[in-house]
């Protein structure tokens, strides 16, 4: 029965703690000012979770471990409160010849596309610059083993904006807008990063 | 009256309860953990090898140290002479065995303690390509590789003569999802109607339209538009309205048939089939037995009559 009640605790404290990250960050049909409750509300269930105290911190390690394994490390707001647009990875294949072809990471199943999807979710949402430059390379490595005649790589991250219902009717279709840059070349880090 | 009511939390908690529930559990995650392993077959190295893998499990590591993932076993292999490659495809051999053993209730909490921990494996070894799938899977197994396996219709009762050690608590583990899928049922409904969008329909439209999941032409779906405010607020209104509805008999049926054409119509329209499928399987093993049948009472499994 404790072990039920902390489970239940946990559970609910981290789905506490999701949904209001999702109401400090996303408009919602919540007043303004309740934007700065959940930032506070977040930081102090945070605390409460153990999550301010150090890495090594022996309770905190347990406690992290325990909702890992147990699959309650997170809340379940899908596509709440609004679905966000995703992203799209395009890859210039430079020649050496001087052609240049485009194409887009690939997987072999319908499954691969959906984790795809997530991975491209990551770079493109990720606040940290040398995590996304490390993602997207690792993308690109791929395409340096199927071309070995490749002379450079550049990478072009972008977020997909889809239309409302009324812009569909109107004729607008789906649109991508650029937001960074990666060249690559055989064997160095990114030549150059670009950014919007 | 505490006693009264402490009582009264102990019957809820620990309800007599035939292994029915537990059966449908495992048969359904069996399924999942196959289906899930045949369906990354020819990606499965890809997404879980080389830089992504080391970044995830870094990123874990800030975290936890102690959580299970395929760096440690690439670790071991190493020392062995095994390459990554070799270990990730044992891996998902070791994953697919444990599905079918899941499926046709073949040594039962081995396959579901090493289904779980392969799993858990790939999903934080993969972190970066893991989705709200992984973590239904993981809760999922979690309470199946501790519930009180064999079930009667496993290979294991019917051939090998294994009966569970601890009967009793069947009614309690069921107890446990039922509540956990309340509260995801809840959060999920609560965070859902605070954005305008799930309200007017549009969340409907992006959700159908957003790549990977536009399944369906929009052109068929424009056509469509009026009935988009109603999906919106119907998902809200039985989603949150799930841990108030789904306990009463009355509005049980209605509920739990209405989740299940929900995460259906999600397969269907979205691409999302093993993500329905988990979630099918979660709501119909917590809530379904006695709901469209009385169960029997002769074959109920009380303590007193395993032990004999």
Not at chain 1, 27 to 47: C, E, G, Y
Not at chain 1, 164 to 170: M, N
Not at chain 2, 109 to 128: M, N, P, Q, T, Y
Request: positive net charge; glycine residues 8%.
């Amino acid at each position: 029965m404790a072990w039920l009640a902390l489970q239940l605790l946990l559970i609910v404290s981290f789905s506490c703690r999701d949904t209001l990250r999702v109401i400090g960050e996303g408009p919602t049909i919540l007043p303004v000012w309740f934007k700065n409750f959940s930032h506070k509300a977040q930081t102090i269930l945070s605390i409460g979770l153990g999550q301010s105290w150090s890495a090594s911190n022996p309770v905190r390690e347990a406690l992290n471990t325990y909702v890992n394994v147990a699959g309650i490390e997170t809340g379940y707001g899908y596509f709440a409160p609004n679905v966000p647009g995703g992203y799209r990875l395009v890859l210039e294949l430079h020649y050496a010849d001087g052609r240049v072809e485009y194409e887009l990471p690939q997987v072999r199943s319908v499954a691969a596309g959906l984790r795809m999807a997530g991975l491209l979710d990551n770079i493109g949402r990720t606040p940290n610059d040398a995590m996304r430059e490390v993602l997207v390379k690792t993308l690109a490595e791929s395409s340096w083993r199927k071309h070995l005649d490749l002379k450079s790589i550049r990478a072009i991250v972008g977020s997909v904006r889809l239309p409302t219902v009324g812009q569909f009717e109107e004729g607008e279709r789906r649109s991508y807008e650029f937001l960074y840059a990666y060249d690559f070349s055989p064997g160095n880090d990114p030549a150059e990063t670009q950014g919007h | 009256m505490k006693g009264e009511s402490g009582k009264r939390l102990l019957e809820f908690l620990f309800p007599l309860e035939t292994d029915t529930w537990l059966a449908i559990f495992r048969i359904g995650f069996g399924l999942q953990v196959t289906l899930y392993s045949l369906s990354l077959r020819y990606d499965w190295s890809d997404l879980l090898s080389g830089t992504t893998r080391r970044l995830a499990e870094a990123l874990l590591s800030l975290e936890s140290h102690l959580t299970p993932r395929f760096g440690w076993l690439v670790s071991l292999a190493a020392k062995i002479g095994l390459q990554e490659k070799t270990l990730l495809f044992a891996a998902w051999i070791c994953l697919l065995v444990a599905g079918c053993g899941l499926l046709a209730g073949v040594a039962c909490r081995l396959s579901a303690v090493a289904a779980w921990f392969l799993h858990l494996c790939a999903a934080k070894s993969g972190g970066f390509v893991s989705y709200g799938m992984d973590n239904f899977m993981t809760i999922g197994l979690f309470y199946l590789m501790l519930s009180p396996l064999p079930d009667r219709y496993s290979l294991d009762w019917r051939l090998r003569r294994l009966r569970p050690k601890d009967p009793q608590f069947l009614g309690f583990w069921r107890r446990a999802l039922q509540l956990h899928l309340c509260i995801i049922y809840f959060f999920s409904g609560l965070t859902k109607s605070l954005g305008i969008g799930w309200w007017d329909g549009s969340n409907v439209w992006r959700a159908l339209i957003r790549p990977p999941f536009s399944v369906i032409d929009p052109e068929i779906l424009v056509r469509l538009k009026y009935l988009f405010p109603v999906a919106g607020i119907f998902v809200c209104v039985l989603e949150f309205g799930y841990p108030f509805f789904i306990w009463s008999s009355r509005t049980r049926k209605v509920w739990l048939s209405s989740v299940c054409a929900m995460h259906g119509a999600i397969a269907i329209t979205m691409g999302m089939y093993l993500f329905s499928l988990v979630m099918i399987v979660l709501n119909v093993a917590a809530f379904g037995p006695g709901v469209f049948c009385e169960e029997r009472k002769q074959i109920r499994l009380q303590p007193g009559t395993v032990a004999a």
